[in-house]
C-alpha cells in the first residue's frame, strides 16, 4: 500500500517509521521534469527491477514528476511518498538543498512559494539566454524546450544545447568553461532562505530533510578543515527544526556517513537515503569529498 502524503491516518510519525523501517529504498532522484533525463514512471521501474521497495523522486523546486510518479506506485507494488528538493541559502552557505517528503503538493503556500521560484528561474533563463548570445552562441528558446519538451529549463539544459551544437563536448566542460565566463558567472541564482523553506515544507504537512551535508565543503578545504563548519551548519539546521539528515548519498564515503548517522541519533533527526539519481549518462564524480 502506499503512502504519497502525511494525513490525518498516516502521520508524520507513521511517515518516520516507514522510512526507518529498513525497506530498500531511494529517496533522492531526479526525473526529466528537473534536470534528470528519465520520465517519472521509468525511474521508477528502473528501482523496482532492482529491488526497491520505498521510492521518492525528488525533483529540484517542483512537484510535477512527484505527482505523476504516485499513479505507478500502484502499479509496481511499491511505497511510494512525495518527495521534492528545494535549493535555498543561509548565513552559513549558498546551495543548501532541502528534500521534502510526505507534504501536500496542493497547498496553498507551498505552491505559492514554487510560483516565486519558478519566476527567479525564468528571469534568470533569459539573462543567461541573452549573455550567450552576446557571446556569440546564438541559443533558442525552441533549442532549450526541445531537450525535455519545456519541461525544465536550467543551467544543464544549456549545457546540452552547446552539446548539441558541437561547442562542447560535455556538461562538465560548459560547467568548467563557458559557464565560469565572467559574462555568465555573475548571473546568480536566486533561492529561498533555508529556515523559509523548512517552514514552507512544515506548513504543507510535510518533513524537512537536509540534503547531502557533504558537499559543503570547499574544493580547497581537506575534511579535518571542513568538520567544524559541517557541524556549525548542522546545528543551525537543527535550529531551524530540520526533521532528518540524508546520511548515506554518494557524496559521503562510509565514515563520513557513520559519523552522520552519529549527528542524527544525538539529535534525534530521521535517516535518510538516497542516490541522486539523474541519468545513466550522468557519472558525478564524489571522489573529491570522500578525500582527507
Known amino acids: ?11 508524520k510519525d507513521d511517515l518516520r517509521s516507514l522510512i526507518e523501517s529498513g525497506l530498500k529504498r531511494d529517496l533522492h532522484m531526479h ?9 517519472p ?5 528502473m528501482r523496482v527491477d532492482e529491488g526497491y521497495q520505498l521510492l521518492a523522486i525528488t525533483d529540484h523546486d517542483g512537484v510535477e ?12 507494488g511499491i511505497e511510494y511518498i512525495s518527495g521534492i528538493e528545494f535549493d535555498s541559502e543561509d548565513e552559513l552557505g549558498k546551495d543548501l538543498h532541502m528534500l521534502g517528503y510526505g507534504f501536500d503538493p496542493d497547498h496553498p503556500t507551498f505552491n505559492l512559494a514554487i510560483g516565486k521560484i519558478l519566476k527567479q528561474r525564468n528571469d534568470r533563463n533569459n539573462r543567461f539566454l541573452e549573455a550567450l548570445n552576446a557571446m556569440g552562441y546564438h541559443i533558442t528558446y525552441d533549442e532549450l524546450k526541445a531537450v525535455n519538451e519545456g519541461r525544465f529549463i536550467g543551467k544543464p539544459t544549456f549545457a546540452t544545447v552547446l552539446i548539441k551544437k558541437g561547442v562542447v563536448r560535455s556538461h562538465t566542460e560548459a560547467f568548467n568553461t563557458i559557464f565560469q565566463e565572467p559574462e555568465i558567472k555573475c548571473i546568480k541564482k536566486k533561492t529561498l532562505h533555508t529556515k523559509d ?20 565543503r570547499h ?3 581537506t575534511f579535518e578543515q571542513f568538520k567544524p563548519r559541517m557541524y556549525q551548519i548542522l546545528d543551525r539546521m537543527v535550529s531551524y527544526g530540520i526533521d532528518g539528515l540524508e546520511c548515506h548519498h ?3 564515503d562510509y565514515l563520513q556517513q557513520q559519523m552522520l548517522v552519529a549527528y542524527a541519533n544525538e539529535h534525534g533527526l530521521m535517516i535518510t537515503e538516497g542516490s541522486d539519481f539523474h541519468s545513466h549518462d550522468s557519472r558525478r564524480d564524489f571522489s573529491r569529498y570522500h578525500m582527507p
Open 1 to 11: 500500500m502506499k503512502h504519497y502524503k502525511i494525513t490525518k491516518d498516516f502521520t
Open 31 to 39: 526525473t526529466l521534469y528537473s534536470d534528470g533525463a528519465l520520465t
Open 41 to 45: 514512471r521509468e525511474v521508477l521501474k
Open 65 to 76: 514528476g512527484s505527482v505523476y510518479g504516485e499513479k505507478y506506485a500502484d502499479e509496481f
Open 197 to 216: 523553506v523548512v517552514d514552507i515544507i512544515h506548513e504543507a504537512g510535510g518533513l524537512a530533510v537536509l540534503a547531502h551535508p557533504m558537499e559543503q
Open 219 to 221: 574544493r580547497d578545504e
Open 250 to 252: 554518494p557524496s559521503a
